[in-house]
Each structure stands twice: as C-alpha cells, then as structure tokens.
C-alpha cells in the first residue's frame, strides 16, 4: 500500500509550494487506494507556533485534503528518538563527540583558510581516553567515509553523491539530548510506514543523510520523488510579492480552493494539453514520475484565469453562500439568479465579483469624472428626464426585457442612437462606466431604485 506523508514544520505560514508537495502526496495516495498522513514537525521550541499550527489545519480544511489518521506531532514522540540513539550508540554505530563549540569554530576557520570543505574531523569517532569533564557531548553517526550513496529519485533519476564528498560523521543529537532533523524524519517515515516520499528539492541534500540512518537501523528506504522548485516570471525564487503568501490569503482574496489545487497540480506536472482537472481526475491521472524535472513558472494570469472558469461554473447557490464572507447577503435576493448569472462571468475572483455587486445594489454616493464627462453632455439630460418619466408610468417593467424594450421606445421617439441612453443611464445607475448589462441593472434594483438613481443623477449634472 502506498503511504505518503505532508510533514510541515509549524514555524510560519503554509505557503503554496508547500501546499503543492501536500496536494502532490495526497494524490498518489488516493489514486493508489493507499493513505496519506499529516505529520507537524514541531521539535522546534524556540520557533513553534500554534497559530501556525492552526493555520496549516484550516488551510487542509478549506482545501478539502483530508488527511487519514491522527496528526502526529514530533513533540510528542521524544522517547521513542531516544531508545534509536541508544541503540545506535550500543551497536557502535554512533558515538559521544566531546568537541567545544569554539574547537570546531577554529577547526572551520583553519579549513576555510585552507580552501577545504567545512566538516567535522572525526575526532571522537573512535576516542576510548577520558572524556573532557566540562563538555556535555553531541551525539554523531558514523557515516561512510567513502564510497557511494544513490539517491533512486523518481524525478530526477539515480543521483550518485561521493560520501568524503558530502559527509561527515553528522550530528543526530544535541548536547541537551534533542535529536536533529534527518533523524527524526527517518525514524518517523520509517516507523508510519511511509513508503513514496515526495517533497521540494531543497531536501534534496538531506536524503544522503537520511539514508545513512535507513541503513544504520536497518531500515527499508522510501521511494523519494524531489520536486523542482516554484520560480517567478523572472525564473527567481518565488517571493512574498509574486504569490509565496499564506495559503489562507487566496481564499481572502477570493479564490475558490478547486481553483487553486487545479492551479498548483498544473505547477511541473501536466497531462497533454488539459489544464482543467477536477479532483478526481487528478487522482486518477497524477503520477509523480510524470513530474517536470524543470523548475514551473508561477502565473497570477493563470491562477485568475482558472479561478475565473470555476466561478463562471458554480451555482448561484454556491456563490451567494461563499459571498457572505465579503458581507453581502443575497440568498434570499428575489432577483439572485439575474444578478449573479451577469456578474460571474465578469469576475476573476470572489472578492471582485462582491465588489461588483455591491456598486450594482448600493446607490451611487459619487461619480466618476471622465464617465461624466463622456455621457453627460448634449441632450443627455432630457432623454435620462424622459426614459425617468416613462418608466414612472410603467407598471410591467420586472425583467431585463422589460427595461431593453423601454430603453428601445425612447431611441424610436427620440431618433437617437442606442449610446445616446445609454451612457448616461450606466453613469447614473452605477456612478461610472463599465459593469453588465443595464438593463440587467435595472431588474436587479427595481423601477423604484432606478427612478431615484435617475433623478439624483440629473439633480447632480443639471
């Protein structure tokens, strides 16, 4: 069975390269009828936060990615590091390193000095004297000296690092006796079973490391897939500005989770030309192995793009209720669908498709100057005086139809352009240029709202 695991350290905001290691895992688990577990890494005492401990649950929640079991939390597992480290040490596997803190500043300096690489020289690996009285020892592994560690990586290929290359006898306990984290994360994968590793390949030099503790403990070793990582338009880290924000802001902003999982599974991995993907076809068609070796491009235009469609795509139901997080209140709205049905093919987010609703249903308070300017002028007033009047008159005016075909009638009297009506009565309804249909506007306010928008904006521009 296929075991995947998110493991994310709770020392700030789960950002969307996270989310997408998160998103790949939960895929391959579910495609193979196989589990996937939340581990939170929080051995950290110093930079632990509940708040981003909570932020990381919500996010799952909001998402829909629901994990299988009990989260496991690190911070309760210290016994169980502590029993391996024994028995690392009893098998002579690992060892007691008594070096001071300014011995080994001194010992980098002097390699540094020398154009070497920085490492550990070994010095306790086999010490049988006394030890120093005055130092509480770290607790190092004793890793190959030389020879070769193999990374089989499903993306990348077979990795071949040289052990006096990148190694050295690695530290797998503080002197206050809390373990590191290739440690943890070795003991922990292989005792939850976790068989397929996916993750960014910035963990890429951990691996060697961990694989060292597989094979010390006589653990099996995972399958281990290393993601390239997310870059801007410029091909840079991806940074604050350009997206790598908190999850929980797409959803402030007003992305819907769908849109944003669809986004971030097209972010190195694709199938043909699809870019719309449900969940369950990306569970039936994701494979890690299929993952770009190259680095993906982060595209605001994209994610707005598909956002877009699943707005587009939702019912007014659903979108009235998940309007309510932007204070407006439109389940009960007797003209809901006429509104919303304009609206959502307008609207790249939810946070916009609020504001545009808002300008339809609140009066104007102000108008914008350059809309004044182009719709306000000749005989605009007498022809917004004249539909105004005709439309107190009227008594079957419910439906866009109703105020199209009374727009019509003062373009026949009148012998003017449709434009002529048109822009000053945009102007007057909604303060500015721009927005759906008017006559949509106006089944969705009323005769009686119309007259009045009508009138204050004559009494304005007169």
């Known amino acids: 069975m296929v075991v995947t695991r998110f493991a994310p350290s709770p020392t700030g905001y789960l950002h969307i390269g996270g989310l997408r290691t998160a998103l790949f895992s939960y895929l391959w688990a579910k495609k193979n009828n196989g589990k996937f577990v939340l581990r939170i890494e929080d051995t950290d005492k110093a930079r632990n936060s509940q708040e981003a401990t909570d932020a990381i649950l919500k996010a799952f929640e909001w998402l829909g990615l629901k994990h299988d079991g009990e989260i496991t939390y690190q911070s309760q597992r210290g016994d169980i590091y502590t029993l391996y480290i024994?028995?690392?040490?009893?098998?002579?596997?690992?060892?007691?390193?008594?070096?001071?803190?300014?011995?080994?500043?001194k010992l980098r300096e002097t390699q540094m000095a020398n154009k070497e690489r920085t490492k550990y020289n070994g010095k306790y690996r086999d010490f049988d004297g006394t030890p120093p009285a005055d130092i509480e020892p770290v607790i190092r592994i004793k890793a190959p000296l030389s020879g070769e560690i193999i990374v089989r990586d499903g993306v990348k290929g077979d990795i071949c690092f040289q052990a006096e290359d990148i190694l050295d006898d690695f530290v797998i306990a503080r002197s206050d006796g809390a373990p590191?984290?290739?440690?943890?994360v070795a003991i922990d994968d292989y005792l939850m079973g976790i068989n397929e590793v996916i993750r960014g390949d910035d963990h890429l030099?951990?691996?060697?490391?961990?694989?060292?503790?597989?094979?010390?403990?006589?653990?099996?070793?995972?399958?281990?897939?290393?993601?390239p990582m997310i870059h801007n338009s410029a091909g840079k880290k991806l940074s604050k500005r350009d997206g790598a924000t908190d999850v929980m802001a797409y959803?402030?902003?007003?992305y819907k989770p769908e849109a944003l999982?669809?986004?971030?599974?097209?972010?190195?991995?694709?199938?043909g030309d699809q870019e719309i993907f449900n969940m369950d076809e990306m569970q039936e068609l994701f494979n890690p192995k299929d993952i770009n070796k190259s680095a993906s491009?982060?595209?605001?235009?994209?994610?707005?793009w598909l956002n877009a469609h699943y707005i587009k795509n939702s019912s007014n139901n659903e979108l009235a209720e998940l309007l309510t997080e932007y204070d407006l209140i439109l389940t009960s709205h007797d003209k809901k669908e006429i509104l919303l049905d304009a609206i959502k093919d307008r609207a790249k987010n939810l946070k916009e498709m609020a504001q545009m609703t808002k300008e339809i249903l609140n009066t104007p308070k102000s108008y914008d100057e350059k809309a004044v300017k182009k719709a306000f002028?000749?005989?605009?007033?007498?022809?917004?005086?004249?539909?105004?009047?005709?439309?107190s008159?009227?008594?079957?005016?419910?439906?866009?139809?109703?105020?199209h075909n009374l727009m019509q009638e003062i373009v026949d009297e009148m012998g003017i352009g449709f434009g002529k009506i048109g822009m000053p009565l945009r102007v007057a309804l909604l303060g500015k240029m721009g927005g759906p249909g008017i006559d949509v506007v106006m089944a969705v306010i009323g005769k009686d709202e119309t007259i009045l928008r009508i009138a204050n904006a004559i009494t304005a521009h007169s």
């Open 251 to 254: 959803k402030e902003m007003g």
């Open 205 to 227: 030099s951990n691996t060697p490391k961990q694989i060292v503790i597989y094979e010390a403990l006589g653990f099996s070793i995972p399958n281990f897939y290393h993601v």
């Open 377 to 391: 002028k000749g005989e605009s007033i007498t022809i917004l005086n004249a539909f105004g009047a005709k439309l």
């Open 86 to 105: 024994k028995q690392l040490l009893d098998e002579g596997k690992a060892y007691r390193c008594y070096m001071s803190k300014e011995e080994l500043s």
């Open 180 to 184: 590191t984290y290739n440690f943890v």
């Open 261 to 271: 999982l669809n986004f971030l599974v097209r972010l190195g991995w694709s199938y």
């Open 393 to 403: 008159l009227s008594e079957s005016c419910h439906l866009p139809t109703d105020y």
């Open 297 to 304: 491009i982060y595209s605001v235009e994209k994610l707005d």
